[in-house]
């Protein structure tokens, strides 16, 4: 059932084997961006610091 890779199976392994690694750690890292950016929001809302697009005065 398995397809037959030849004299190059083991790079070919390993080549996935590295590119699942690779898409592993920056899916992490997004994750854990993205936890750091919205606990450091919710602190700078906290504090009373608002973002820009949050101002309701328009200046046109």
Do not use: C
């Not at 898409?23 to 009373?48: F, N």
């Amino acid at each position: 059932m398995l397809p037959d890779l030849g004299n190059h199976a083991g790079f070919i392994i390993a080549s996935y084997a590295v590119s699942l690694v690779v898409i592993g750690g920056v899916i992490g890292w997004i994750v854990t961006d993205y936890t750091r950016q919205k606990s450091t929001l919710a602190e700078l809302e906290a504090r009373g610091i608002r973002r820009r697009s949050a101002n309701t005065d328009a200046k046109s």
